[in-house]
């Protein structure tokens, strides 16, 4: 192989490889502000607004963060992760320099419209807040900070395992948890068939991470097309079994 070739062949794959590492990112760094809750075991952070239950089996783990009114969005910031760094250049004697986290958005950081913004109303609109878990935070900064100024970006999330479904409410009520979710991470439209009713229903979000159908579906698979906020869209047909109720929970093949 001659050289110009060789190194055409090379410079592609590195492309290809950058490509895909950084696909979904957002190409522009903002700032913002940043605490941390939950203790040193991130036992505080579970649960929360988008509704995801034991962080550690939904897919999360400890990397995450609750999100003040501007970036939370009513709930659509669900499972969307973000890459954050400490700014150095703000306050290089609280910062871990030159390392980053990336953490997925859990929880809701509600504002405290008793405290001014820059003194304890951290999560206050219009600012943006990241309420990080203990663990988290201290990839990036000294504890005793208790605050820092930062940069994050949107970027892509990378999930072990399949999409994972949670099945809760009653007749003609399914309140579905979607969790584990790769890519883009936070949802933007889901649909769910049963294999009676053979055809797609728009379902809409209830709270969080959780979508509601007002269907009767009781005694048929189900199957669900998730439509993330890039716009990519995967289907997890039949991933539910006929025999389902409510309460249970269901691990699809598919991933983004």
Not at 48 to 67: E, V
Request: hydrophobic share 35%; glycine share 12%; net charge positive.
């Amino acid at each position: 192989m001659d050289s110009p070739n060789f190194f055409r062949i090379i410079t592609l794959i590195v492309l290809v490889v950058f490509i895909i590492e950084f696909q979904g990112a957002s190409a522009v760094w903002l700032q913002a502000r940043a605490t941390f809750y939950g203790g040193s075991d991130a036992s505080g952070t579970m649960g929360g607004a988008c509704g995801y239950g034991n962080l550690n089996t939904d897919g999360y783990g400890i990397k995450t963060a609750a999100l003040s009114t501007a970036l939370f969005n009513d709930g659509k910031a669900c499972g969307g992760c973000y890459q954050i760094v400490c700014d150095s250049t703000k306050a290089p004697q609280w910062c871990h320099k030159g390392i980053s986290i990336t953490i997925t958005a859990t929880n809701f950081c509600p504002p405290n419209y008793g405290l001014p913004s820059d003194n304890g109303g951290w999560c206050n609109p219009p600012q943006p807040h990241f309420d990080m878990s203990q663990p988290a935070w201290e990839t990036i900064a000294i504890y005793r900070a208790g605050i820092v100024p930062i940069l994050y970006r949107k970027v892509g999330c990378k999930r072990s395992g399949g999409i994972r479904f949670t099945i809760n409410g009653r007749d003609y009520f399914e309140l579905v948890l979607i969790s584990n979710v790769g890519g883009a991470g936070d949802i933007s439209k889901v649909w769910i068939k049963g294999s009676k009713t053979n055809t797609w229903e728009a379902m809409s979000r209830n709270w969080g991470s959780n979508w509601q159908s007002l269907t009767y579906l009781n005694g048929q698979s189900l199957s669900f097309r998730i439509q993330t906020s890039d716009g990519s869209t995967r289907t997890a047909t039949n991933v539910v079994p006929s025999n389902w109720q409510f309460g249970q929970s269901f691990k699809s093949n598919i991933q983004f």
